[in-house]
């Protein structure tokens, strides 16, 4: 249905004098409407195409040494594969990282707003912020964006004087501490390789060949993940990356080719 | 689907809410305390949407301290649920919080009591209440075991009756539930009910 702005055009002065004080009293107030056919509808429209399906796979868990954080790496609009080599763990400071998952622009814009946020609590209390306290900026910020179409399924991980914290923030507002987490499409895959192999007292080697390993399992069910298995570690002097391998590759490394016996060899038939 | 049900006693009210964080078919977490100790003598049990139901607990947390700095003197069970149904009514036609709330309390004038709050700012005083897929069942349970004055043990067995109906007969049933009591000594945990344990989890 066609919007109409007749009702909102100002009315004209009836004496023209040119003083601007006149002008601003004489100008009745009205706001820019979006330029569209379907004024109510739009918005909820606009919110369905941003949203995407959060493709992807991402985890993090705390153990004995700290916290692990691990990621895949592709990107999909809807079944094409636009990258395969997208940083879905964002340092947001030296001893936090965050993770990506739902809409890229969203993950970034958000998690450096974080990072400035971050610093400059530490500026004003001259001490770093908690992970407690980053994690609720964070979850307040996007609780205040609810129902806007802001798309974001992030985990914050890092090492403060209390030790190692993760917590899973999400765009509806949600945010939850934990010490296990996996967000994305193909966090049920993941969710049932990490969940069996997980002890607290694991090394860090071990740590990270769980959440390697977790990853490429998912991405091999879920087509909307793939690309690199990348993997950080968060202890208490900050985060390391600890590797970045392909899942394809590591497919092989998993399942290698195992020549088979021929049973029989297949002769040409005889004649036609 | 989140559970949470209370019923007030002879000299205290419980309440006991279901452990599960979930995110469609994915229980992110299972043992995630719902119940919110509002002051030291009320309790707000509350089940809803993830981002609104701290949010708008944690602001009524806050308020009713506020209130009991500039005046010196805390806000009886019936104020804070008045209060708190104002606020979800005030949003409502706005921006309306997704909340559904049991607030326990005990005054020392008036003995304990609870209110049941729904997310449409619906306010009731009761002895017994229910939300949740959860109330299909405890509500009755409710019903049939409940008279006024029971004892604690006799509250606390007719929880557990409640939340073993929960666990045989709702499909996708919680398997974790936490209990919590306010009497004239305050507000505390009672137990948790766990039937699943989350490997060295954290509690929240």
Known sequence: MKFDTSGLESAAPVWGAPSELVDGFSAAPSFEVPNTTDFDGFQKEAIQMVKPAKGTTTLAFIFKEGVIVAADSRASMGGYISSQSVKKIIEINPYMLGTMAGGAADCQFWHRNLGIKCRLH?????????????????????YSYRGMGLSVGTMIAGWDETGPGLYYVDSEGGRLKGMRFSVGSGSPYAYGVLDNGYRYDMSVEEAAELARRAIYHATFRDGAS????????????????????DVGELHYQYYPVMPSTVEQEMVEAAGA | MECVFGLVGNDFAVVAADTSAVHSILVHKSNEDKIMILDSHKLVAASGEPGDRVQFTEYIQKNVALYQFRNGIPLTTAAAANFTRGELATALRKNPYSVNILLAGYDKETGPSLYYIDYIATLHKVDKGAFGYGSYFSLSMMDRHYHSGMTVEEAIDLVDKCITEIRSRLVVAPPNFVIKIVDKDGAREYAWRESVKDAAAASA
């Open chain 1, 122 to 142: 530490e500026l004003a209390n001259k001490r770093r912020i908690s992970v407690t306290g980053a994690s609720k900026l964070l979850a307040n910020i996007l």
């Open chain 1, 226 to 245: 793939g690309g690199v298995a990348s993997v950080y570690f968060v202890g208490p002097s900050g985060w390391k990356k600890l590797s970045g391998d």
